[in-house]
């Protein structure tokens, strides 16, 4: 038997040598070298902010060319940001409810609403401006608890929810309104403070107006409170998958009601900043701003299925619409085909969206 | 089961039909009830109705160029058997085989302050002849300029459709000023050299401001602006100061309204033609009452094909040859 032994485990060993030159590795992924279009799409996946920034410089570029020096001037440049201003604050309410999965159509309609209150108080009522300004804040704050309420608590989707407060905001604000604006000396008169954003910073031939500066502080600090803190991780992931973000213990209706009344503060502030942008308070304005916020947050790359995009990325939405605009109406392009342009954008954008979640992770 | 619905649906329009023989029905139907214009409107259509002891229905819709909802309000009108539509038409061309409907059902159909196209698809239109109201600011602006030669004019519109209150206004003023307008009823045709461009409005201070902007951006030399309306010019107003161009630009307008009127007072615009939507209600309100008790229907002013309302050019610089009143009389009969 002692003979026995080791001779057959010198016949296994023997019989097992072929193993040495055979695959040893358990399990691997599949070897298949990324292919360029492949490495494409995961670097998009891994950061979905670098679409709109190619698009945009990608635009501003070409528009250069085309229309030289009258597209590519500080000036130019500048007053793009005035004009995408307002809808670009709208933007960044917008993207937060899109990151919960969610859609807002009623943000302009608060915005409006605000603007109007806040001018008949400080206008019409003589409460001072500062304090007409709280009420406007607070009143949009309160505006999108309600809409935040309806969606937690009474479970209504998001769409409709806020298919119905838009209409329920803006016939508030014609009717608190009159429909009639307040004019621009009016308002100099009584409380110039609330057209504060509409000042300008001239440098050079650049006009940077109070109202631009003020998005750019808007989407760096949302920016800030989405990446750097708790709340931010949470929103994300009740966006993602609200039942995951449910068992790993996140409290997804506070995080979810925090959300809307965060976009609706948001609203309330962009109020105030429309008040200098239009010069007047005008009931009639942004009836449009809804969905133009839709197609800013869209382009700029953050999922409508929720939990994946950057903020930033609607900052450059925004600013990809407004450079369209700009660069097609320099080249003399008829405004008809200016609003074609932008309904392919949204296409595309999506589009694009689409075959970057293809990636597995 | 399908002509049992439009058996009852029949016998429901009868039956309404027969209610309202004794109570004469009329329908107001604006293109929004928020712009004051159609406010006063419907101010003027309820008083007289009122006074003439008429039933008076009101619709609405949404906003501006909102079809559907004033088709819809047509076949209510229908419907309930009114003697008379009184309607804006959010489309001129859009809504005229809707109303050929009502004008075929008996109703009598008069278009206020935006004609139909063709003209004829309504009984009778009573409106501000937009053309003249144009006219007249153009004719002052050329007054008033040094030399209309070196004008350089921005045309601030309403909307990409090119419906007809739009074009009238802007090719009456172009023709005011001593443009060859070429095809009357379209914007933008025009290859003047004098004209920076064309851009829409949506007739808000928002649109104003903006297409002031883009204007200015294509040339920041313009020193004349044609709007819509006094809300776009408003905007316009601010575009300009907000670069330090507001002495360099004269802005005229059209409408008559009390904040705009307020702004030529101010100085903000320069001259405006003002029309009299209450004047076109209570007018239309006679008219279907007329037409209840003597089936007799209204007839155009001379040489129009529509019934003038009137218009008036109000400034506070008003020029040899163009009778004009002052703000502080326009403020009187202003509306909204």
């Given at each position: 038997?002692s003979e026995?032994i080791?001779?057959?485990?010198r016949a296994?060993?023997?019989?097992e040598t072929?193993i040495?030159?055979a695959?040893?590795?358990v399990a691997?992924?599949?070897?298949?070298?990324?292919g360029?279009v492949?490495k494409?799409?995961h670097?998009l996946?891994?950061?979905?902010t670098?679409?709109?920034v190619?698009?945009?410089?990608?635009?501003?570029?070409v528009?250069?060319?085309?229309s030289g020096?009258?597209?590519?001037?500080?000036?130019?440049?500048?007053?793009i940001m005035?004009?995408?201003s307002?809808?670009?604050?709208?933007?960044a309410a917008?993207s937060?409810i899109v990151?919960?999965a969610?859609?807002?159509?009623?943000?302009?309609a608060?915005m409006v609403?605000m603007?109007?209150?806040?001018g008949n108080?400080?206008?019409?009522?003589g409460?001072?401006?500062?304090?007409?300004?709280i009420v406007a804040?607070?009143?949009?704050?309160l505006?999108g608890m309600?809409?935040?309420?309806l969606v937690?608590?009474?479970?209504l989707?998001?769409f409709?929810?806020t298919?119905g407060?838009?209409?329920i905001?803006?016939?508030l604000n014609?009717?608190?309104s009159?429909a009639q604006?307040i004019?621009s000396q009016?308002?100099?008169?009584?409380a110039p403070?609330?057209?504060?954003?509409?000042?300008?910073?001239?440098?050079?031939?650049?006009?940077i107006?109070?109202?631009?500066?003020?998005?750019?502080?808007v989407?760096?600090v949302?920016?800030?409170m989405?990446?750097?803190?708790?709340w931010?991780r949470h929103v994300y992931?009740?966006?993602?998958d609200?039942e995951?973000a449910?068992?790993?213990?996140?409290?997804?209706?506070?995080?979810?009601?925090?959300?809307?009344?965060?976009?609706g503060?948001i609203?309330?502030?962009?109020?105030?900043?429309?008040?200098?942008?239009v010069g007047?308070?005008?009931?009639?304005?942004?009836?449009?701003?809804?969905?133009?916020?839709i197609?800013?947050?869209?382009i700029?790359g953050?999922?409508?299925f929720?939990?994946r995009?950057?903020?930033?990325?609607?900052?450059f939405?925004?600013?990809?619409v407004g450079v369209?605009?700009?660069?097609l109406?320099?080249?003399?392009?008829?405004v008809l085909?200016?609003?074609?342009?932008?309904?392919?954008l949204?296409i595309?954008a999506?589009a694009?969206?689409?075959w970057i979640r293809?990636v597995s992770? | 089961?399908?002509t049992?619905f439009?058996g009852?649906a029949?016998a429901?329009?009868l039956?309404?039909?027969a209610?309202s023989?004794?109570e004469t029905?009329a329908?107001?139907i604006?293109?929004?009830?928020?712009?004051?214009f159609?406010v006063?409107?419907?101010?003027?259509?309820?008083?007289k109705?009122k006074?003439?002891g008429l039933?008076?229905n009101?619709?609405a819709?949404k906003l501006d160029?909102?079809v559907e909802?004033?088709?819809?309000?047509?076949?209510?009108c229908?419907?309930?058997?009114?003697k008379?539509?009184?309607?804006?038409?959010?489309?001129?061309r859009?809504?005229?085989p809707?109303?050929?409907?009502?004008?075929e059902?008996?109703?009598?159909?008069?278009a206020?302050?935006?004609?139909?196209?063709?003209i004829?698809?309504a009984?009778?239109t009573?409106?501000?002849?937009?053309f003249?109201?144009?006219?007249?600011i153009?004719?002052?602006?050329?007054?008033k300029m040094?030399?209309?030669a070196?004008?350089r004019?921005?045309l601030?519109d309403?909307n990409p459709?090119?419906?007809?209150v739009d074009?009238?206004r802007?090719?009456?003023?172009l023709k005011?000023f001593?443009?060859?307008?070429?095809d009357p009823?379209k914007?933008?045709d025009?290859d003047d050299p004098?004209?920076?461009?064309n851009?829409?409005t949506?007739?808000?201070?928002e649109?104003g401001?903006t297409?002031m902007e883009?204007?200015?951006?294509?040339?920041?030399?313009v020193?004349?602006v044609?709007?819509?309306n006094e809300p776009?010019?408003a905007?316009a107003?601010?575009?300009?100061?907000?670069?330090?161009l507001?002495e360099?630009a004269?802005?005229?307008s059209?409408?008559g309204?009390?904040p705009?009127?307020q702004?030529?007072?101010a100085g903000v615009?320069?001259?405006?033609?003002?029309?009299f939507?209450?004047k076109?209600a209570?007018?239309g309100?006679?008219?279907?009452?007329?037409y209840a008790?003597t089936?007799?229907?209204?007839k155009?002013?001379?040489?129009l094909?529509?019934?003038n309302t009137g218009v008036?050019?109000?400034?506070?610089?008003?020029v040899?040859?163009?009778p004009?009143?002052?703000s502080k009389?326009?403020?009187?009969?202003?509306w909204?």
């Amino acid at each position: 038997m002692s003979e026995t032994i080791p001779s057959t485990r010198r016949a296994a060993q023997e019989f097992e040598t072929v193993i040495d030159g055979a695959d040893r590795r358990v399990a691997a992924f599949d070897p298949h070298r990324r292919g360029p279009v492949e490495k494409l799409q995961h670097a998009l996946h891994s950061n979905p902010t670098l679409v709109p920034v190619i698009v945009l410089l990608g635009a501003v570029a070409v528009f250069g060319v085309i229309s030289g020096s009258k597209f590519f001037s500080a000036f130019n440049l500048t007053l793009i940001m005035q004009q995408v201003s307002i809808i670009g604050i709208l933007a960044a309410a917008q993207s937060l409810i899109v990151l919960t999965a969610g859609i807002d159509l009623s943000v302009a309609a608060i915005m409006v609403l605000m603007s109007v209150i806040a001018g008949n108080l400080a206008v019409f009522s003589g409460v001072p401006a500062p304090l007409a300004l709280i009420v406007a804040f607070a009143g949009g704050a309160l505006a999108g608890m309600f809409n935040g309420f309806l969606v937690t608590r009474v479970k209504l989707p998001p769409f409709i929810t806020t298919l119905g407060t838009w209409s329920i905001f803006f016939a508030l604000n014609l009717w608190l309104s009159g429909a009639q604006s307040i004019r621009s000396q009016d308002i100099d008169a009584e409380a110039p403070l609330l057209k504060v954003f509409g000042e300008t910073i001239a440098i050079g031939s650049a006009r940077i107006t109070w109202g631009s500066i003020l998005m750019v502080v808007v989407f760096l600090v949302l920016w800030y409170m989405l990446n750097k803190t708790a709340w931010g991780r949470h929103v994300y992931a009740v966006g993602d998958d609200a039942e995951a973000a449910e068992l790993a213990g996140i409290r997804t209706r506070r995080t979810l009601m925090s959300v809307y009344a965060l976009a609706g503060l948001i609203c309330g502030i962009a109020a105030w900043a429309s008040i200098g942008r239009v010069g007047s308070i005008s009931p009639q304005a942004f009836y449009e701003g809804n969905l133009q916020s839709i197609t800013a947050v869209v382009i700029g790359g953050i999922s409508l299925f929720g939990g994946r995009g950057s903020i930033l990325g609607a900052l450059f939405g925004a600013l990809i619409v407004g450079v369209f605009q700009s660069g097609l109406r320099l080249a003399g392009v008829d405004v008809l085909w200016q609003v074609f342009a932008i309904g392919w954008l949204i296409i595309i954008a999506v589009a694009i969206d689409q075959w970057i979640r293809k990636v597995s992770a | 089961m399908k002509t049992l619905f439009a058996g009852t649906a029949l016998a429901l329009v009868l039956g309404a039909g027969a209610v309202s023989a004794a109570e004469t029905t009329a329908c107001l139907i604006t293109k929004t009830d928020t712009n004051p214009f159609f406010v006063k409107m419907k101010e003027g259509a309820g008083a007289k109705a009122k006074e003439l002891g008429l039933t008076l229905n009101t619709y609405a819709g949404k906003l501006d160029g909102d079809v559907e909802t004033q088709v819809a309000a047509v076949e209510s009108c229908i419907a309930a058997g009114a003697k008379g539509i009184l309607i804006t038409p959010s489309d001129s061309r859009a809504l005229a085989p809707v109303v050929g409907k009502a004008r075929e059902a008996g109703v009598l159909v008069i278009a206020l302050d935006t004609p139909f196209e063709p003209i004829e698809a309504a009984d009778a239109t009573f409106a501000t002849d937009n053309f003249l109201a144009g006219e007249l600011i153009g004719q002052w602006a050329a007054a008033k300029m040094e030399d209309p030669a070196d004008a350089r004019i921005a045309l601030l519109d309403l909307n990409p459709s090119q419906i007809s209150v739009d074009y009238l206004r802007d090719n009456g003023f172009l023709k005011g000023f001593g443009v060859d307008i070429k095809d009357p009823t379209k914007m933008g045709d025009e290859d003047d050299p004098r004209i920076v461009g064309n851009d829409v409005t949506n007739g808000n201070e928002e649109g104003g401001r903006t297409a002031m902007e883009n204007l200015l951006q294509k040339d920041p030399g313009v020193n004349l602006v044609y709007t819509i309306n006094e809300p776009a010019a408003a905007g316009a107003f601010e575009a300009l100061k907000a670069v330090g161009l507001e002495e360099q630009a004269l802005i005229v307008s059209v409408d008559g309204g009390c904040p705009g009127v307020q702004n030529v007072e101010a100085g903000v615009i320069g001259a405006t033609s003002m029309q009299f939507p209450l004047k076109m209600a209570s007018m239309g309100i006679e008219a279907i009452k007329a037409y209840a008790e003597t089936g007799e229907k209204p007839k155009a002013s001379e040489g129009l094909d529509f019934t003038n309302t009137g218009v008036e050019l109000v400034t506070d610089q008003p020029v040899e040859g163009i009778p004009s009143i002052t703000s502080k009389e326009a403020l009187e009969k202003c509306w909204g």
